[in-house]
């Protein structure tokens, strides 16, 4: 069973950056591909992009090109997602996913972001 | 970027009913959609991928259907625990993308 733990919430200022981290247990992590999406408050969903760990190949939305980065650590089953420059529409819940057979079948629990000055 | 549209947004229903939510891509998605049901402060849940395979663990009375461009969520008989927020995702090309969801609420 595929489990996904993120890292806990924050708080960040307008123009800062934010690291969230999401360690995967169960499975064969190096094996498949990890995407980020997030909702903001009372929102939908959206992709940001996705790690093939075994790769270490990352591509991303093009709304986020250039202010996120995806990185994973093989030796910890640990992927990351950083997000630069934030702002306050940035404020939402960050969701890390296993990106299996064009599938998200196993989610993180959520990690809440707040920008706010 | 597949454009998602999800009709209706959200709807009321009863214990019991039959609910049908339907999804529209901008453009053929093939049979690349999936449906995820959210519930209030949790994750998404995978129910339904590739239009009309059942998750391994959801109940039977989910099931899913079209492809291109149109594709259906049926709910044959509405349980008290599947009041909830329905989301369909491409995954025929990236950027993955989803619709803005239904939000089904107890009549």
């Known amino acids: 069973q595929v489990q996904l733990v993120q890292s806990g919430a924050e708080v960040k200022k307008p123009g800062s950056s934010v690291k969230v981290s999401c360690k995967a247990s169960?499975?064969?992590?190096?094996?498949?591909?990890i995407s980020w999406v997030r909702q903001a408050p009372g929102q939908g969903l959206e992709w940001m992009g996705r790690?093939?760990?075994?790769?270490?190949?990352?591509n991303y939305a093009q709304k986020f090109q250039g202010r996120v980065t995806i990185t994973a650590d093989k030796s910890t089953s640990t992927a990351y997602m950083e997000l630069s420059s934030l702002r306050s529409e940035d404020t939402a819940v960050y969701y890390c996913?296993?990106?299996?057979?064009?599938?998200?079948?196993?989610w993180g629990q959520g990690t809440l972001v707040t920008v706010s000055s | 970027d597949i454009q998602m549209t999800q009709s209706p947004s959200s709807l009321s229903a009863s214990v019991g009913d039959r609910v049908t939510i339907t999804c529209r891509a901008s453009?053929?998605?093939?049979?690349?959609l999936n449906w995820y049901q959210q519930k209030p402060g949790t994750a998404p849940k995978l129910l339904i991928y590739?239009?009309?395979s059942l998750q391994s663990g959801v109940p039977s009375r989910f099931s899913g259907s079209g492809s291109g461009t149109d594709f259906t969520l049926t709910i044959s008989s509405l349980q008290p625990e599947d009041f909830a927020t329905y989301y369909c995702?491409?995954?025929?090309?990236?950027?993955?993308?989803f619709g803005q969801g239904t939000k089904v609420e107890i009549k």
């Open positions: 590739a239009a009309s």
């Open positions: 995702q491409q995954s025929y090309s990236t950027p993955w993308t």
């Open positions: 453009q053929s998605s093939s049979s690349y």
């Open positions: 790690i093939i760990p075994i790769l270490g190949i990352a």
């Open positions: 996913a296993r990106d299996h057979l064009s599938t998200l079948d196993y």
């Open positions: 169960g499975g064969t992590f190096s094996s498949y591909t």
